[in-house]
């Protein structure tokens, strides 16, 4: 019998729309499924065939849960702040809201058209007020929480311990202090700027040629005013999670790349006629006396300052050649080597030689120091540099077992293996670790080196501090305002939701502030006594709305908490959920930082 699909498929979905067949029970004594599928971003082109691909297979396991006697939560929702639906009113002088919700009725009606098991009742959308009331609430909460490094977990900014030696310097220093204990800080922070669209790149968004990957146009560094958050405190806590996360092992070796930790120590090198110190970050100590020169990204802070005179000019024009790159594409190893030698010495610790220090963009200032020493007898890439620009290689570890030992010993070849230490004592400074292992050879370099306060056992995250504003009109306000005379306050929770202005134009400016800083009337406040303040201009990024949404799913209509406690429990952990390995170090990494702070809270 042939199935008459026009006829019946219409028939059971207006039969389950009328009924609300798949309306989640409040039945708390049943076992729970909690199925979950990526939150989409509505688009105008509506569904891909990716969409319904993976919702496809959720649909069929909540209909059978349900049919084995299980309550099953299966909601849909919207991910729908955006660049695209702004370019759109850009272009047009449509509203972003206007289109946004014509694309989400048109998701929805193609969707419910696929027949899928959904509870509609639950659906949420990120621009809705009474959901990004609850983001701008958990934005208040991670700037008012530092990190407890001795109880490794988040704690309210009120209970943060001030040293007496603060309190004494008086009230601004309190403030500064504080400032720089809170999750959520606002600072200045090189950024990618792409010129076409007029806003902030977060690092994904660029391409490994440095083009902007919504516009394809090339984006630059740029310094800017921005919100950040403190992630890498949690970065610990991130990486011993996912050992009990039931995970495929290919997404969680991504996380474990992208958190990257790694243990070495931090050691001061005195510059040369400079009486200054530059610090570097290795994970090695005990090579410092294969250490034959150093190099610093081009954002080095010190770099001004180490540039002799006569390599001024050189320097920049490596500088600006540098900005143009993306950091996959600067930390590419198979890429040509480049650097210019900024005319400046440091001392190596160890053994008093002078070394040279370079500027090169291999380098990036979020990853240790921003600075490096330079070991080409016993790293590859250390290695290609030296041999690039006839800089010396000293082994420091004897290959015994290598075919080509004399090459290597000669600094012909480089030896990434282990070994015993040749090479590597000073009568001079007193250090010898002739003979030792590697284990051993580092154990007894920290000590020296922190016996003489000149270095510290460190350990370091690739992960770096989150850029969380962008400067466009689209997405969520920041709940802050910046007064006159320096104070940053936060919107009172019961002022909650901050909403967008009405605007006519949502074109950013030149310099850099979104459209929100021509919404005069929206932007200017005055407190009660009078004094004069400004709106924050930047707005979040895509990923906060899409940091928690699966919590708000638990308890969409609650509008007195951000969900209930023992709808929480029951519901969470999300038993089942399906999406694109693509997101695997951005979104769920976001998301687990955000879900350990709350918990901590």
Known sequence: MDYNFAEIEPKWQKYWEENKTFKTEEDYSKPKYYILDMFPYPSGAGLHVGHPEGYTATDILSRYKRMKGFNVLHPMGYDAYGLPAEQYAMQTGTHPAITTQKNCDNFRRQIKAIGLSYDWDREINTTDPKYFKWTQWIFKQLYNTWFDDELQKGRPISELPIPENIKTNGIEAVKTYIGKKRLAYYDNAQVWWCDSCKTVCANEEVLTDGAHEKCGNQVIRKNLKQWLLRIPQYGERLLQGLDTLDWPTGVKDMQRNWIGKSTGAEVDFEIDGLNKKLRVYTTRPDTLFGATYMVIAPEH????????????????????????????????????????????????????????????????????????????????????????????????????????????????????????????????????????????????????????????????????????????????????????????????????????????????????????????????????????????????????????????????????????????????????????????????????????VLFDL
């Open 301 to 596: 802070k010190m770099l001004d300052e180490i540039v002799t005179a006569d390599k001024k000019e050189a320097v920049e024009r490596y500088i600006n050649a540098a900005a143009l790159k993306s950091d996959l594409d600067r930390t590419d190893l198979a890429k040509e080597k480049t650097g210019v030698f900024t005319g400046r010495y440091a001392i190596n610790p160890v053994n008093n030689q002078l070394i040279p220090i370079w500027v090169a963009d291999y380098v990036l200032t979020g990853y240790g120091t921003g600075a490096i020493m330079a070991v080409p007898a016993h790293d590859t890439r250390d290695f290609e540099f030296a041999k690039e620009f006839n800089i010396p290689v000293i082994c420091i570890l004897d290959p015994k077992q290598a075919e080509n030992r004399e090459e290597i010993l000669a600094g012909n070849a480089c030896w990434t293996e282990d070994g015993e230490y040749i090479n590597s004592a000073s009568t001079e400074t007193g250090l010898d670790i002739n003979g030792l292992n590697k284990t051993a050879g580092i154990e007894k370099t920290v000590k020296w080196l922190e016996s003489r306060n000149i270095g510290e056992a460190t350990v370091n995250f690739r992960l770096r501090d989150w850029l969380f504003s962008r400067q466009r009109y689209w997405g969520e306000p920041f709940p802050v305002i910046h007064w006159e005379d320096g104070e940053v306050t936060l919107v009172e929770d019961e002022d909650l939701p901050l909403q967008l202005p009405e605007m006519e134009k949502y074109s950013p400016g030149d310099s850099g502030e979104s459209p929100l800083a021509n919404a005069h009337d929206w932007l200017l406040v005055t407190d009660k006594n009078g004094r004069k303040g400004r709106r924050e201009t930047n707005t979040m990024p895509q990923w906060a709305g899409s940091c928690w949404y699966y919590l708000r799913y638990i308890d969409p209509n609650n509008t007195e908490n951000i969900f209930d406690i023992k709808k929480e429990q029951y519901w969470m952990p999300v038993d089942l959920y399906v999406g694109g390995a693509e997101h695997a170090v951005f979104h769920l990494l976001y998301s687990r930082f955000w879900h350990k």
